[in-house]
């Protein structure tokens, strides 16, 4: 046996589980990315997984495997970056154990993540989000739990894992109504309910029936929702609200798009990036800062409060020297 399998084997059980309690969802996607790793290192060596040894696990396989995630599967850029996460994690580990493959190691850790392009989040206008909420049935009881879905997304803001993993007793609708859920990095967090939030939520509730400990959103057959059933729902639900208001047609929404439209909801009402990034469970003040670039409204009225300045329009540079010339054309 290579010294990588016990490796992985502690990495897993000790490291993960338990001194960093990781959640299931980063158990599974770091185990996801070392099958990953170790079946591109079987296909481009013909060894065996068990055979696989950390100095198999060089610069330059690394290098290979995360082009191969983009070249081959078709990854993104922040796929990409996922998977190196993993990577440095577990390597990282294995400087503290692993002492005579330290220059290897130290190699892959400074592989760079790569620069992603930002993207302008996407997320529903009031007309857009009260047709998504009019398209869900009332007369079926799945109809009734994607409305009660719908509505907690839209003015929550819980990701779709904390939507996943709410039970019926996460729910408070007394006084100071709020929603209790265990968010990313394990971190508690208590968002306040509105009134009609919370009248939708009872609804619900009292139709479902279920002990305090039972999953919030269930399937017909009382199981709980997976994101792929989530996914197809509100896609479904949003090709029927298309028909009551076109803006919505072409548009990609998803549960995480509801999560954007709670976060512009609060910008718009005046609510400090510090406050919504709190409301999020965001670890940093600049992942919330994505909807400040994202919102127009709020650069028109900036620039609308810009006094142009009198001051006559420069003429443009002309280079008088050839090379000059030549880098200003690059």
Sequence with gaps: MTSLAPLLQVFFTDRLITQRHSSSNTIASYRDTITLLLGYVCAQTGKKASDI??????????????????????????????????????????????????????????????????????????????????????????????????????????????????????????????????????????????????????????????????????????????????????????????????SLIGKHVSMHTLRHTAAMRLLHAGVDTTVIALWLGHEQIVTTNIYLHADMTLKEAAIAKVTPLSVPAAGRYQPTDTVLAFLAAL
């Design 53 to 246: 040894d950390i100095g198999d696990l060089d610069a330059d396989t690394i290098t290979g495997f995360l082009h191969h995630l983009e070249e081959v599967r078709g990854n993104s850029v922040r796929t990409r970056n996922t998977r190196l996460a993993a990577i440095h994690s577990l390597f990282a580990y294995a400087a503290l154990r692993n002492h005579e493959h330290a220059e290897a190691i130290q190699r892959v850790l400074a592989i760079p993540a790569a620069r992603q392009r930002r993207t302008i989040v996407t997320w529903l206008e009031s007309a857009e989000a009260d047709a998504l909420l009019a398209a869900c049935d009332p007369g079926t009881r799945t109809g009734r739990r994607d409305h009660a879905l719908f509505t907690l997304a839209i003015q929550t803001g819980l990701r779709i894992s904390e939507l996943l993993s709410l039970t019926i007793a996460d729910i408070h609708t007394g006084a100071g109504a709020h929603v209790h859920c265990l968010g990313k990095g394990r971190k508690e967090r208590r968002t306040p309910l509105l009134p009609a939030t919370v009248t939708v939520l009872k609804q619900w509730i009292t139709e479902h029936g279920g002990l305090p400990g039972a999953p919030l959103f269930t399937s017909s057959t009382g199981r709980g929702l997976s994101r792929d059933a989530i996914e197809h729902r509100i896609s479904h639900t949003i090709a029927i609200a298309s028909a009551s208001c076109p």
